[in-house]
């Protein structure tokens, strides 16, 4: 699930293959103004989390926004630097994470 607090996105609960279909199509938060997605009310990821966070990020720079993701869970990023994305997702806000 997902939600909205000023221009921070929260996700909560699993990000996973189950439900991470229903999360991707987040284009209008970003149309609006959102500028960061926090990921630290996530209870599991698998690789599907890391996808739908590169995701994101194309969708906000749609929308000429650099998005910052925060609070990227351990197993997260682990599974994103075993992919060679993590830089990539981190941009230049590594101490978010």
Do not use: C
């Not at 221009?7 to 229903?22: K, N, Q, R, S």
């Not at 149309?31 to 194309?58: C, H, I, M």
């Amino acid at each position: 699930m997902i939600r909205r607090e000023g221009d921070v996105l929260i996700v909560e609960g699993p990000a996973t293959l189950h439900t991470v279909p229903g999360l991707v199509d987040a284009g209008e938060h970003f149309k609006n103004g959102a500028k960061s997605a926090d990921f630290s009310r996530v209870t599991e990821v698998d690789s599907s989390a890391v996808a739908l966070a590169l995701e994101w990020q194309r969708q906000a720079a749609r929308h000429g926004i650099a998005l910052r993701l925060e609070n990227l869970p351990q197993a997260m990023q682990n599974l994103a630097r075993l992919y060679g994305v993590l830089e990539l997702m981190l941009g230049d806000n590594s101490a978010s994470a």
